[in-house]
């Protein structure tokens, strides 16, 4: 298949079109003074307002679009504490302990969410499925008979299994029972309603751009809006504030999306992940209402930000579809983005060791579903004085682990610190504005400065700095997706400048061409 034959004019995240449009939450036009600010309208961010709102606390959430449209939005939406292959690691790196306090506090989190989906009476497409690791090739027999003896004995209902309903062979596969998968739009969106009938406030097309810790804690939103706070959340994914300088152990990864619709009797019920062929992710959802057809969602082809051919993935991964599941007829495609901690264990719970009011979660590593409901949890105990028996594991300021997964943190230095020394050397040739088409975009040196150079459909240039308002590192354009992209913490910028993903919180400077 060429790069992106049979893939242009497909619709965007699935959630995002077949989800209520949620009642509108304009930006604050005055100052305000809230027990607990909020940064983040996702999973984690909504899940933690929630929690705390059910404490008494009085809390304001403020996100920078539109709540549950970020990364939450354009998920596959699998609420699973079988996250590929982490228990057998964790167990060699944290110890069984260790391994068993990750088993439960994100079976906790998908049996909270079940709760909740019953309070609420949320009609959020809840199923509950069967979670599998598979591999179709021999040689990953072994690894996965080590998971599932190590998830086991985490307290998992773990199995190593020959057969699954894929219609596919495999080598061998963990299986997990008693999993859930959902519309996570839907569900967020009933939990926002629930917030703001328990008091709480939302405001979107909100970004806070500065943080002052103190007693209160001081944020300062784009708009020059002042929001005084006792405590503040940072869940932004990526965080935006980074006093411990988590961004030297966070690894930014991008994922795509492709899905259509299936008939129900060739659809799998249940949920698939391999590591093999760069990941593929496979389950399906209802659709549309009818009961004879099902959605099919793939996903795979990650990448760093900024460092791939996107539309050549997304066909690969396209073609997987196809092949595998013949009649699929691909109607949607989207991307997600995850970062990935260098132990493998998010980071919640206090934002840095002088922390006394501002808290974190990230590092969710493709699992932010049950890792942003156990945020919630987590944040709203340690916030009330409470202890809970998993915090330490996932404690930010932990660091031992830095040193029991060197390799990894190394590995990603290295890779930032090459963008860094790379990025600052004079290439010898490049593009001209002139060379490019219709939707095309390239850095090149214009007038003596490196900038990001995009032409539009109607053929017009635009031109914003090449660098990174996060920390410099020059950007890369993303043709499929039409974005410019950071691969050191992975910020994304729309071909205009305005930020669409942090960490960065301020738009790339326009340049005159």
């Keep these: 298949m060429d790069a992106d034959a049979g893939l242009k004019g497909l619709k965007g995240s699935y959630w995002l079109e077949t989800a209520p449009p949620g009642t509108l939450a304009p930006p604050p036009t005055a100052d305000l003074t809230v027990d607990v600010a909020v940064i983040g309208g996702g999973m984690a961010g909504l899940s933690t307002a929630w929690e705390l709102v059910r404490e008494g606390r009085e809390v304001a959430v403020l996100e920078a679009g539109r709540l549950a449209a970020g990364v939450t939005g354009r998920t596959t939406a699998k609420l699973t504490a079988l996250h590929t292959l982490v228990y057998d690691r964790l167990r060699r790196t944290r110890g069984a302990e260790g391994a068993r306090l990750y088993a439960r506090s994100q079976t906790d989190a998908i049996r909270h969410a079940a709760d909740i989906v019953a309070e609420l009476g949320a009609d959020c497409d809840w199923e509950e499925a069967a979670a599998f690791t598979y591999a179709e090739e021999a040689e990953g027999v072994a690894e996965l008979r080590a998971e599932a003896e190590a998830a086991r004995e985490a307290g998992l ?71 005084r706070a006792n405590d503040v959340v940072v869940a932004t994914h990526y965080p935006v504030f980074d006093r411990a300088l988590l961004f030297t152990r966070l690894s930014p990864r991008r994922e795509l999306v492709v899905a259509g619709p299936l008939d129900a009797d060739r659809a799998p019920r249940d949920m698939y992940i391999t590591p093999e062929q760069n990941t593929r992710s496979v389950r399906s959802a209802p659709y549309g209402g009818d009961t004879g057809v099902r959605l099919l969602i793939v996903t795979g082809e990650h990448f760093t930000p900024g460092t791939a051919d996107v539309d050549k993935r997304f066909a690969r991964l396209s073609d997987w579809a196809e092949n595998r599941f013949p009649g699929l007829t691909l109607t949607h495609r989207w991307a997600t983005q995850d970062n990935d901690s260098t132990d493998s264990v998010p980071l919640v719970g206090p934002l840095h060791p002088g922390a006394r009011h501002t808290y974190v979660a990230t590092g969710f590593g493709g699992w932010g579903l049950s890792g942003g409901i156990m945020a919630g949890r987590l944040i709203s105990e340690l916030m009330a004085g409470r202890q809970v028996e998993w915090a330490g594991l996932y404690d930010p300021r932990r660091l031992g682990s830095v040193v029991r997964e060197g390799v990894s943190f190394l590995k990603h230095q290295t890779q930032v610190a090459r963008h860094f020394v790379g990025d600052r050397l004079p290439p010898l040739s490049g593009p001209a504005p002139e060379d490019l088409a219709p939707g095309d975009g390239a850095v090149m040196r214009v007038g003596g400065h490196r900038c990001a150079v995009h032409r539009d459909a109607g053929g017009g240039l635009h031109a914003v700095s090449a660098n990174c308002t996060h920390l410099g590192c020059v950007v890369a354009f993303n043709h499929a997706e039409q974005a410019w992209e950071c691969p050191c913490h992975g910020s994304r910028f729309a071909p205009d400048g305005s930020v669409l993903q942090g960490p960065a919180v301020r738009p790339l400077e326009r340049r005159d061409i």
Excluded: M, N
């Design 157 to 227: 209902d773990a199995s190593f299994v020959t057969a699954t309903d894929l219609p596919f062979p495999v080598a061998g596969a963990v299986k997990v029972v008693r999993q859930a998968q959902f519309h996570p739009r839907k569900y967020l969106l009933a939990l926002a309603e629930d917030l703001r009938r328990r008091g709480g406030t939302v405001y979107e097309d909100t970004r806070v751009v500065a943080l002052t810790e103190g007693e209160p804690c001081v944020l300062t939103t784009e708009a020059g809006v002042t929001v």
